[in-house]
Nanobody, 114 residues
Framework: VQLQASGGGLVQPGGSLRLSCAAS????????MGWYRRAPGKQRELVAT???????NYVDSVKGRFTVSRDNAKNTVYLQMNSLKPEDTAIYYC?????????WGEGTQVTVSS
């Protein structure tokens, strides 16, 4: 399984970005996809996950600002990020878990700065 993320960039505080991550290869109908991030000097943390059935989970710091969604037909997960803050600056990674195996994509940089 390969994961290809896109959509990062530089945005001003209060702005929005949308990340996408497409999975290719041997994906199964039941899996969990999600986003993690690593800010400078910090450990990687979970941002949001979504199951094939649409159940979502968010870290408290992004609730109400970020929305995770997916298109199962395209094996793609999205992260809509609104009201971005400087503390959201990080490298964002997508992840897919299926049959107890984790797959990670290369990160995409998100920088929130004026």
């Amino acid at each position: 399984v390969q994961l290809q993320a896109s959509g990062g960039g530089l945005v001003q505080p209060g702005g929005s970005l949308r990340l996408s991550c497409a999975a290719s290869g041997s994906t199964f109908s039941l899996n969990i996809m999600g986003w993690y991030r690593r800010a400078p000097g910090k450990q990687r943390e979970l941002v949001a996950t979504i199951t094939t059935g649409g159940l979502t989970n968010y870290v408290d710091s992004v609730k109400g600002r970020f929305t995770v969604s997916r298109d199962n037909a395209k094996n793609t997960v999205y992260l809509q990020m609104n009201s971005l803050k400087p503390e959201d600056t990080a490298i964002y990674y997508c992840k897919l878990v299926q049959r107890a195996t984790e797959y990670w994509g290369e990160g995409t940089q998100v920088t929130v700065s004026s």
